[in-house]
C-alpha cells in the first residue's frame, strides 16, 4: 500500500471529515434516522463530497419470522476508502455476514426487510434497482465465501466457472475468456495453470479451492472485494498463504477490501480499521491500533482476554465472557451486551435501560458503551493488562 | 523403521513407564483402497496413522496436533476401537486392547469416552437431554443410588447446566451448552480416558474458554486424564501436559508442553506455529501495516496415498538435504523427553 495511503486517507479525508463521520455515527444510534448533518443529497440517493468506495449508512436488515422480528443487523455504519482493509469482528450471530450480503446484494428475494443506505463509489445500492446491483456485483464488488467447496458448482470446472463470471461482465470472446482464466489462476500462484484450468473443484485441494475463488472474484478487477471467513476452513499453514495473496493482491489492484472473521488473529494480520460486532450493533469501530491497543469495550477486553495466545506467556487459567450470545428475537433490554458484562453494574442501571450510544472515545475510535471514560481507565489498570 | 518404534516405545512419555494409564506402541492403520465391484483388487492403501507410539499417564492430558489429513482423527478413533487398527499395539490400564471383540470391549468403553467435534450432529435432535446424558447408564446396564433422573442433573449441574433443564431437547441449546451436554455424557460412566476430538473448534471464541476451564476443572476434581486432538496450537498448549506433533501419518515431536512451545526442534512444528495469527497489529516506521515475519510452507500437505518417501515433511520443508529423501529420520531423544524425528533439528543450542 501506498505510504501516502496509509497515513493519510483514514476515514474519509482529513480530520475534520474525520470528525463529521464521528458524529454521523452517533446520529445514527440517537434518532434510528438519517441524522441532519448527514450530507446526502435531496433525493437521499447521492452523497455528495464523499470519495470513499464504500459507505455505509445506518444499515438495517431484519426478517420477519414465525417466532418474531430478528434484527440481524440494527443500524450499523462505515466507511471504506480504496486501498484500505476493514475487519469486521464477532461472534456467530453477531449480524457480520448478513451486512456483507446486504452490499453484495444477495438479499434480494428472500423476505429481509432492509433499510439504510449503502453507496458503492457514490452510487446508492439499497433501493437500486436489482439488475444494476447485478451488474455490479462481480464487475465492481466481488466476494469470497467461507467454504469453496460449497460455493464451488461441483459439475462444472474450475476454469468454466471463473470464465462464465468474466465473459457475463466483458465483451470478450470465449478463447479470450479462457486466457484470462488461466492468467488469473497463475496469478494466485496455482501451479501448471494451463492445465489445472480444466480441473473440477473435488481435484483441487482445500487451499487450492480458495485460491480459484479468489481467482474468479477477481476476474474484473473489482474495486472492492468482501472476504466472508475466507480461512476459516483451512489450516494455518494454508491460511498463511491465503492471508499473504489477499494482502498481495490487495496491494497491487488498489481495491477496498472488508474481511469478515472471529478470528482477532487474521483480523490484525490484514485490518487497517476494525469494526468489532455485537448483536447486530456496533459495539467498537477504528483502527487496528485503536482496538488492539486501546480497547475500549467491555464485549473487546472480553474477546482478547479470553483467547489463549501463543505470543504470550501461558495463562494458568482462561478468563472467558460468562453466559452466552442473545437470541436476535429477545435481544437483552438496554445495552445488549449487558447480562455478559463484568462491569455493567457500573453503571447505576443505565446499561439495562438504555442502549448505549457510539460516542468518540479518541478521533476515529467510536464505543458504544455507558461506562464513563474515568471508570474505563479505573477498570483498565485495575482488571485489564493492556500490553505487558 | 522397526528401530525407531522400539525407541520411541521405550523412551515413552518421560515418565515411568509402567504407571501410564495408556500405552500406544507402533499404531497403524492403514485403510485399503480398491478397484473393481465384483473381483475386488487391492491397489494401494491410505496410510492414515504409520508407527505411532505414546504413552499418557493417569492425570495427565496429551495434546495431538496436526494439520487435517495428518491422522490425529484416526489416531483417536483407533485408540477407543472405533477403527480397527491394522498393526501396533494399545494398552490400556494395563490390559491389551488392540483386538478385542466388540463383547469384550463394551465392558472397556466405560472407561475409555469420547467427546466429539460438532455440538450439532453429535447430539440426538429426538432425544432429551436427560436421555442423551442418562443414555450409557441404560446401555451399559449400570445400576445408579439415586435412580436415573437424579444422577443426571448431578451431571448437568457438575458441566454448568441448570439441572432443570433434563426434559428439554438439543435445539433449545447454544453452541457451547450442547457441547456441554456432550461433557456431562462422557462423564456418566465415570471413565478413566475421555478422548476429546476438537472439542472447541466448532465454538465461538468467548465460549471456547469456558469449556476449556470446565474440561480442567473436571479433570483436576475426577482425576480424569485426557487425550486431546486438535488443530489450534494455541488451545492446546493451554490445556495439555505433553504435546505430540503429527505429519502425514507420523509423529514427528513429542515433549512436553512448555519445552515444545519454548524451543519446537523439527521445523515443521517451527513453521505451524510461526503459521499462527497474532492478534496484534503489526506497523512499519511510516505507520503502514506490515507483514509479520514468519516461515510460509510453500503447497499442501501430500496425499497419505502416496506420501513422499523416506521424511515426509522433505517437500515443504527448507531444510532438506539429499538424506531426508533417502533416510527416514527416527524419532529420537534430543534431550530427556523431547522426542524429534529429523536429521536437522532446530533450536539445539543450549539454552542461554
Redesign the interface.
Same mark, same amino acid.
Given at each position: 500500500m501506498p505510504a501516502s495511503g496509509a497515513t493519510g486517507e483514514r476515514g474519509i479525508g482529513g480530520d475534520e471529515v474525520q470528525g463529521g463521520r464521528g458524529r454521523r455515527l452517533a446520529g445514527a444510534w440517537r434518532g434510528g434516522g438519517r441524522p441532519a448533518s448527514a450530507p446526502a443529497g435531496a433525493d437521499g440517493m447521492s452523497l455528495p463530497g464523499s470519495r470513499s468506495m464504500l459507505e455505509v449508512q445506518d444499515l438495517r436488515v431484519h426478517f420477519a419470522t414465525d417466532d418474531g422480528l430478528v434484527k440481524s443487523v440494527d443500524g450499523i455504519s462505515f466507511s471504506l476508502e480504496r486501498g484500505r482493509t476493514l475487519g469486521i469482528v464477532g461472534e456467530s450471530g453477531s449480524g457480520k455476514s448478513v451486512t456483507s450480503l446486504a452490499i453484495m446484494g444477495l438479499h434480494h428475494g428472500t423476505g429481509a426487510d432492509i433499510d439504510g443506505r449503502i453507496w458503492l463509489d457514490g452510487e446508492e445500492l439499497v433501493n437500486a434497482d436489482p439488475g444494476r446491483v447485478r451488474q455490479l456485483r462481480g464487475s465492481k464488488m466481488a466476494m469470497i465465501f467461507q467454504d469453496p467447496l460449497s460455493s464451488l458448482h461441483p459439475y462444472y470446472t474450475v476454469g468454466a466457472q471463473i470464465i462464465e463470471a468474466y465473459l457475463v461482465h466483458n465483451q470478450v470472446g470465449r478463447k479470450a475468456a479462457r486466457e484470462h482464466a488461466i492468467e488469473m489462476l497463475n496469478r494466485v500462484g496455482i501451479p501448471q495453470a494451463a492445465t489445472r484450468v480444466d480441473d473440477y473443484p473435488h481435484q483441487f485441494s482445500g487451499g487450492m479451492r480458495q485460491r480459484a475463488m479468489i481467482a474468479m472474484a477477481l476476474s474484473c478487477d473489482p474495486e472492492l472485494l468482501i472476504a466472508d471467513e475466507p480461512t476459516t476452513a483451512l489450516d494455518v499453514t494454508v491460511q498463511a498463504q491465503i492471508l499473504d495473496l489477499i494482502s498481495d493482491l490487495q496491494q497491487e489492484y488498489h481495491s477496498a477490501v472488508i474481511i469478515i472473521t472471529h478470528d482477532l488473529g487474521v483480523v490484525a494480520e490484514l485490518s487497517d480499521d476494525i469494526l468489532v460486532m455485537y448483536a447486530g450493533k456496533a459495539a467498537e469501530y477504528g483502527s487496528a491500533e485503536d482496538v488492539f491497543d486501546r480497547a475500549g469495550h467491555p464485549y473487546t477486553w472480553g474477546l482478547l482476554s479470553s483467547m489463549p495466545r501463543l505470543d504470550r506467556e501461558r495463562a494458568e487459567r482462561l478468563t472467558p465472557i460468562k453466559g452466552t450470545p442473545p437470541s436476535l428475537i429477545n435481544v437483552p433490554p438496554g445495552c445488549a451486551f449487558h447480562p455478559r458484562c463484568a462491569y455493567a453494574d457500573r453503571t447505576g442501571g443505565r446499561s439495562t435501560t438504555e442502549v448505549p450510544r457510539l460516542r468518540e472515545l479518541d478521533p476515529g475510535h467510536l464505543v458504544a458503551c455507558h461506562l464513563t471514560a474515568d471508570q474505563r481507565l479505573e477498570i483498565r489498570g485495575d482488571d485489564i493488562k493492556v500490553r505487558p | 523403521m522397526s528401530s525407531s518404534l522400539t525407541e520411541a516405545a521405550t523412551a515413552g512419555s518421560g515418565g515411568a513407564p509402567d504407571d501410564a494409564l495408556l500405552r500406544v506402541t507402533g499404531l497403524t492403520k492403514h485403510f485399503p483402497v480398491t478397484r473393481g465391484i465384483i473381483f475386488r483388487q487391492k491397489v494401494g492403501a491410505v496410510q492414515a496413522v504409520d508407527g505411532v507410539s505414546f504413552s499418557v499417564a493417569p492425570g495427565e492430558t496429551l495434546g495431538l496436533v496436526g &494439520?487435517?489429513g495428518c491422522g490425529k482423527t484416526t489416531t483417536g478413533r483407533l485408540l477407543n476401537r472405533l477403527l480397527e487398527p491394522t498393526s501396533g499395539q494399545i494398552i490400556f490400564d494395563g490390559r491389551d486392547i488392540t483386538h478385542l471383540s466388540a463383547a469384550r470391549m463394551r465392558p472397556v468403553r466405560r472407561d475409555v469416552q469420547m467427546i466429539f467435534q460438532d455440538p450439532y450432529s453429535s447430539l440426538n435432535p429426538r432425544h432429551t437431554v436427560g436421555a442423551i446424558v442418562g443414555a450409557p447408564l441404560r446401555l451399559q446396564k449400570v445400576p445408579t443410588e439415586k435412580g436415573v433422573k437424579a444422577t443426571v442433573q448431578e451431571l448437568l449441574e457438575m458441566v454448568g447446566l441448570n439441572p432443570e433443564h433434563y426434559n428439554r431437547y438439543p435445539h433449545e441449546f447454544?453452541?457451547?451448552?450442547r457441547q456441554r451436554i456432550g461433557i456431562a455424557r462422557t462423564l456418566t460412566l465415570k471413565p478413566k480416558l475421555i478422548i476429546a476430538d476438537e472439542p472447541v473448534s466448532a465454538l %465461538? /471464541?468467548?465460549?471456547?474458554?469456558?469449556v #476449556?476451564?470446565l474440561l &480442567?476443572d473436571l479433570q483436576r476434581e475426577l482425576g480424569l486424564t485426557y487425550v486431546v486432538i486438535a488443530?489450534d496450537?494455541? #488451545?492446546v =498448549?493451554?490445556i495439555a501436559d505433553q504435546v505430540a506433533v503429527m505429519y502425514l501419518g507420523k509423529l514427528v515431536e513429542m515433549a512436553p +508442553? %512448555?519445552q515444545l512451545?519454548a524451543r519446537p526442534r523439527h521445523p515443521y512444528t517451527v513453521?505451524?506455529?510461526s503459521?499462527? !495469527?497474532? !492478534? &496484534?497489529? #503489526? +506497523?512499519d516506521e511510516?505507520?503502514? +501495516?506490515a507483514?509479520?515475519q =514468519?516461515i =510460509?510452507?510453500?503447497g %499442501? /500437505?501430500p496425499s497419505p496415498l502416496n506420501p513422499p518417501r523416506a521424511c515426509r515433511f522433505h517437500t515443504r520443508c527448507w531444510k532438506a538435504q539429499d538424506i531426508c529423501r533417502t533416510e527416514e529420520p527416527p524419532l529420537a531423544e534430543l534431550v530427556s523427553g523431547h522426542q524429534v524425528a529429523c536429521h536437522f533439528p532446530e533450536n539445539t543450542a543450549p539454552a542461554a
Open positions: - | &494439520e487435517s447454544s453452541g457451547g451448552q %465461538d /471464541v468467548s465460549i471456547q474458554a469456558q #476449556v476451564n &480442567e488443530h496450537l494455541s #488451545v =498448549r493451554h +508442553r %512448555d512451545y513453521a505451524l506455529m503459521a499462527v !495469527p497474532v !492478534p &496484534e497489529p #503489526v +506497523r511510516t505507520g503502514a +501495516r507483514r509479520r =514468519r =510460509r510452507l510453500s %499442501d /500437505v
